[in-house]
Structure formats: C-alpha cells, structure tokens
C-alpha cells in the first residue's frame, strides 16, 4: 500500500536548538574557543573525537551489507550491478583525473611556493619519516589483493570498506540467484535494515561532543598561528575546492536538473560532522539513507557511496597535485612538463591505493613523490604543521564529490525519483517523502516501502 504525503501523519518542526546541524555548529566553535585559549587540556580531549569515529566506523560495515544485499537482491536483473559499478568507475576516473588538472592548474597559477627559496637540507626529514614508510605499503598490486577478505567474515572484523562492499556483492547477487529459496533471508536482512539505521540515529547524537573534542585538539595541538606562514597555500586550496564544488560539480549537477548548493543544504548536518572531526567516514552511513530518501534507489546508493569512498576522492587529489607543485616552488626545483605529466599518473594510481588509510592525503603525497624523485620528499615538512587544516577540507570536498556521484549515476540509471528529489532539495521533510518515517511506524499504518526508517 502506498502512502500519499497527506495521508501521512504532519509531524511537529523540532526545535532549531534540538537539531543536529546547530548542535554540531556550537560544538565547533566551543571546540575552537577552548583550544586557543586552553591548548593543553584541549589536546587532553582527543580522545572524544577518536571515540566518536570508532564508534560510526563500528556500524558502517553493517550499513554498507545490508543495503548492498538488500538492494542487489531486489533487482530483476543481475547485469544491472555491473552496469551500475562500470558507469560509476567511469564518473570516478573522469572526475578525480579533472581534480588533479585543477591541482596542477591553479598551482602554476597562484604560485603559492614561489619566493620561498627553501633548502630541502635544512628540513627535518625524520618530521615525515612515519609518513613515508607508510607509503611504501601502497602499491597497486597490494592494494588488489587487499580487497579480497581472508575470510568471508573477516571483512566485518576489519572494518575495510572495499572488503565488504566486495563481500556485499557478491552476497547480494548469490541471494538473487537462489531465487525463492532464498526469500526468508532476504526478508531477515530487510527487517534488521530497520533497527540498524536506528542505531546510526542514536549513534550520531553523540556527533557534537565528538565534533568538540576533535576541533579542541586540533586547535590546541597545531595552533591557528601555523596557518599564517602558510596561508597562502592553504587559502589556495580552499579556494580551488569550492571553486571546483560550485562551478564544475555545480554544472553537472544542473545538467542533471538538480542544484548543488541546494545538495549542500540539505546535507548540512553531514558537512559539519565532516568538518568537525576531518573525517568523511563519520558520515558515511547518514549520507547513504540521506541519498535514499532523496529518491534514489537503495540498489545504486549502496554501490556508489561506498566506492566513491574508495575512488572518487576529489579533495585529496586537488590537494595532491597543488601541494607537489608547492613544495617544487619553495625548494625552487624545476620540473619539466614530463615530469608534471609523470606526478599525474602516479597520483592516479596512489590516490586508489589510499583507500582507507589514516590520514591518507598526506600519505599518498607521500607514496606519489617519492615515486617522481624530482621533487624533493623532504619538502613534506613544510606542509606537515598546516596538513590538518587541509584534511577538513580535503574531507568536505570528497564527501560533496559523493553525494553529487551518486544522484548523478542514479539518474543515469534511471533509478531516481527527480520529483522527490526535488521536494527534498526544496526543503520538504525528508522523513516524509521517503518510506515510513518513525512517524508512520509508530501510528501503526501500512506501508509496501522497504527504506529504513
């Protein structure tokens, strides 16, 4: 039985001071205050923000199963995955190429290095040491390899995004092809959707003492003065990713009927999480039931979310090619255009091999230079001070490079209801124009709509 929006219950507007979005705004700017005028207690509180980010990362493996299973297992036909994962590898590869151009781009342009004139003798190479060792661990092959679990279990264990969207997968297809036989399982693994996706409610209240914690240490810890020496570098990036959000994703966005920045209102409470604690992850599982109830189809959300994550990393490859060329300029190395050509390709492959590694922007810088041995590895340091300002960024820009991907393939596909799209960007309750609200549940009426909560 379908519900029509007036059949269903109105609910009551919730206060501005009980939404997440205001909550995590104040938990921010608290953060901030404590860790400029108090930074050695605010270091103290790093592990709230650690805790909060375990605490969504515990949950994001069985978001990304059940709504992969759930959604591969429903369709009618098979070749409908690998058509919808080869048109979303292709949006990935285009996109994160074009990131980098603009990297590359806007660093000849602005010139953010030049007059520096730095000595790479004189830097503290053991400052990224840790980071470089790290990078040696990714190589293309290993990356592969990684993706298949030890264990068909073991993907849960490890919390790999890869590992159990792969797993998913092929969970998901072997259901459909048991045909009913496979029905009890598939209706068990729609009614745990349900209490799942409860949990990521109840998980994300804590969002703002997670978001006051990280801002807190972040502050304390590198202080606001390390962004003066360095302002221009950082301003640069930030201004290349918004530029990048607003006009090239905002084109193709309006190619495909919707507006960008009204995307961004409505993720609003997401971004600041994002923002709060530089972490893109700690709103994976808000973003793909946000992404269903703005009417697209559970079956390629939980395709592309959870392999966007994975290869479509906008703001890290922005940052890539801008910091490479930064650190040429303050250390006044030349690079020829070969050379420029070569840091591309190496950043397209070490930018894949990052995929779910702490901190992984300046880990892959680190990977991508040392393989383009012209710009000194050393230069690193430089940026060392300044790169947690960079990761909120680089955070934000990836996660709006998702959620753009993801309404983009859906219509692609055909898989996405443009009028509550539509209602939902236009400011409508979302809980209302998509499946059976808590609202709708608790009063008890009938409803053929499978989408959690």
Known sequence: MHISTTDRPQVAPVPFYRQLYFQVVVAIVLGALLGHFEPAFAESLKPLGDAFIKLVKMIIAPVIFLTIVTGIAGMTHLRTVGRVFAKSMAYFLFF???????????????Q?????????????????HSYVEKSHELTLTG???????????????????????????LFGIALALVGERGRPVLTLLESLTAPVFRLVHILMKAAPIGAFGAIAFTIGKYGVESLVNLAWLVGSFYLTSVLFVVVILGVVC????????????????????????SSSESALPSLMEKMEKAGCKKSVVGLVVPTGYSFNLDGTNIYMTLAALFIAQATNTELTLGHQIALLLVAMLSSKGAAGVTGAGFITLAATLAVVPEVPVAGMA????????????????????????????????????????????????????????????????????????
């Open 382 to 453: 430089l940026i060392l001070g300044v790169d947690r300002f960079m990761s909120e960024c680089r955070s934000l820009t990836n996660f709006i490079g998702n959620a753009v991907a993801t309404v983009v393939v859906s219509r692609w596909e055909n898989a996405l209801d443009t009028e509550q799209l539509k209602r939902v960007l236009d400011g409508g309750d979302a809980e209302l124009v998509a499946g059976p609200s808590a609202a709708v549940l608790a009063a008890g009426i009938p409803t053929d709509d499978k989408s959690p909560d």
């Open 254 to 277: 309006r190619l495909c009927g919707f507006s960008v920045l009204k995307l961004i209102r409505y993720l609003k409470a997401e971004l600041l999480l994002v923002l709060g604690t």
């Open 96 to 110: 994160s190429t074009l990131a980098l151009i603009v990297g590359l781009v806007v660093a000849h342009v602005v």
């Open 112 to 128: 953010p290095g030049a007059g520096m004139n730095i000595n790479p003798a004189d830097l503290d190479q053991a400052a990224v």
């Open 143 to 169: 990356f592969l390899m990684d993706i298949i679990p030890a264990t068909l279990v073991s993907a849960f264990v490890d919390g790999n995004i890869l590992q159990v969207l792969f797993v998913a997968v």
